[in-house]
């Protein structure tokens, strides 16, 4: 078993310990709840009678969310607008006990904000309100020396870029080497138009989507898997490649060892919004507990497989991690699969 009881007691009684650093785009989720009994004379669209609405922090602040619902201590880096929306995500981060000091202010650019209707438990439609280009040099240049002051404390780096423009390719380089020098694990949430710039990293995290476009070849078949995983290991120089398959589960492929198929937890499914925030932070927070790569792959895919049953952007504590893991273990579904390569 790749996961025995033994390694998850000791597992999860180290995460919580780690100072994680999180950069990348910083958004704001909002949500109007409520129900379709008409269509409306306007146009064939439906009318949604909106009963209730939540904010939850969404891109890189949602996975910071992830970090520090497990125990650990994270650091945020990112921009956000001098507006209402930059306060709202301050409180948002207050709450969940993060700071918000290390937040870089642009006046020139709007905080991300989506916007999605769900009607009886189905999103209806998104409404995006960002502006998506490269920060200008000068911010860029802030942002970078905020991580220089922090970078000396942190055991891992989550990038998550959504595209949004804070993660630029100058900036990217830089950090990558940073990291490299300090010896500071590398986790990346990519984005798929820049997917090959995110060279020498510990860990890349696509879903087959992403990792297929990135490749150049579409996942139908494990012949196919086992191609693109391997061609992403080449190109990149990656330690790993972590590709998440929806109810397929997830793939493994390590530098320094074969492939590896972790079926997936999940029972039933609400809502994947922000699932690969929670694969990431739980990856990252294994690993920095101790654990090694296919251990903290089947950690995560148990988170996943908890967040992906909320509505929403959701967190998993360490406690309910721990409770799921267990309740997995009993059922025998803690286990991976090496694949032939």
Same mark, same amino acid.
């Given at each position: 078993?790749?996961?025995? =009881?033994?390694?998850?007691?000791?597992?999860?009684?180290?995460?919580?310990?780690?100072?994680?650093? /999180?950069?990348?785009?910083?958004?704001?989720?909002?949500?109007?709840?409520?129900?379709?009994?008409?269509?409306?004379?306007?146009?064939?669209?439906?009318?949604?009678?909106?009963?209730?609405d939540?904010l939850?922090?969404?891109g890189?602040?949602?996975?910071? &969310? @992830?970090?520090?619902?497990?125990?650990?201590?994270?650091?945020?880096?990112?921009?956000?607008?001098?507006?209402?929306?930059?306060?709202?995500v301050?409180?948002?981060?207050?709450?969940? =006990? !993060?700071?918000?000091?290390?937040?870089?202010?642009?006046?020139?650019?709007?905080t991300?904000?989506?916007?999605?209707?769900?009607?009886?438990?189905?999103q209806?439609?998104? &409404?995006?309100?960002e502006?998506?280009?490269?920060?200008?040099?000068?911010?860029?240049?802030?942002?970078?020396?905020?991580?220089?002051?922090?970078?000396?404390?942190?055991?891992?780096?989550?990038?998550?870029?959504?595209?949004?423009?804070?993660?630029?390719?100058?900036?990217?380089?830089?950090? /990558?080497?940073?990291?490299?020098?300090?010896? !500071?694990?590398? &986790?990346?949430?990519p984005?798929?138009?820049r997917?090959?710039?995110?060279?020498?990293?510990?860990? /890349?995290?696509?879903?087959?989507?992403?990792?297929?476009?990135?490749?150049?070849?579409? /996942?139908?078949?494990?012949?196919? $898997? $086992?191609?693109?995983g391997?061609?992403? $290991?080449?190109?990149?120089?990656?330690?790993?490649?972590?590709?998440?398959?929806?109810?397929?589960?997830?793939?493994?492929?390590? =530098?320094?060892?074969?492939?590896?198929?972790?079926?997936?937890?999940?029972?039933?499914?609400?809502?994947?919004?922000?699932?690969?925030?929670?694969?990431?932070?739980?990856?990252?927070?294994?690993?920095?507990?101790? &654990?090694?790569?296919?251990?903290?792959?089947?950690?995560?895919?148990?988170?996943?497989?908890?967040?992906?049953?909320?509505?929403?952007?959701?967190?998993?504590? =360490?406690?309910?991690?721990?409770?799921?893991?267990?309740?997995?273990?009993? @059922?025998? @579904?803690?286990?991976?699969v090496?694949?032939?390569?």
């Open positions: 078993m790749p996961l025995s =009881r033994t390694r998850m007691e000791s597992i999860m009684s180290q995460i919580g310990r780690s100072r994680v650093l /999180i950069l990348g785009d910083v958004m704001l989720d909002e949500y109007l709840f409520g129900s379709v009994e008409r269509i409306s004379p306007e146009a064939p669209v439906p009318v949604v009678e909106i009963q209730s939540k939850l922090l969404g890189a602040a949602n996975v910071t &969310a @992830n970090i520090r619902a497990l125990d650990n201590e994270p650091i945020l880096i990112g921009t956000v607008g001098d507006d209402d929306a930059a306060q709202r301050r409180r948002l981060l207050a709450e969940t =006990r !993060v700071s918000s000091d290390h937040l870089v202010v642009d006046k020139s650019r709007r991300t904000i989506k916007t999605r209707i769900i009607a009886h438990n189905q209806v439609v998104r &409404a995006d309100r502006d998506r280009r490269d920060l200008d040099r000068e911010v860029e240049e802030e942002v970078y020396n905020r991580i220089l002051k922090v970078i000396d404390s942190v055991q891992a780096l989550v990038l998550s870029d959504y595209g949004k423009g804070v993660i630029t390719l100058p900036l990217l380089e830089r950090v /990558i080497a940073l990291c490299l020098q300090k010896g !500071v694990f590398v &986790a990346v949430d984005k798929e138009t997917f090959l710039h995110y060279k020498k990293v510990s860990v /890349i995290t696509p879903n087959h989507h992403e990792a297929g476009f990135a490749a150049g070849r579409r /996942i139908r078949s494990e012949e196919d $898997l $086992l191609a693109v391997q061609t992403l $290991l080449d190109k990149l120089e990656a330690r790993s490649i972590l590709i998440t398959r929806g109810p397929e589960g997830m793939s493994l492929f390590q =530098r320094d060892a074969g492939p590896t198929h972790i079926p997936t937890f999940a029972r039933e499914v609400y809502d994947v919004t922000g699932a690969g925030d929670t694969v990431i932070a739980a990856f990252v927070s294994a690993v920095c507990a101790g &654990a090694d790569l296919v251990e903290a792959a089947i950690v995560s895919n148990a988170a996943a497989g908890f967040t992906v049953r909320q509505i929403g952007t959701a967190t998993i504590t =360490r406690d309910q991690l721990k409770e799921e893991l267990e309740r997995n273990l009993d @059922n025998g @579904n803690v286990r991976s090496s694949v032939s390569s």
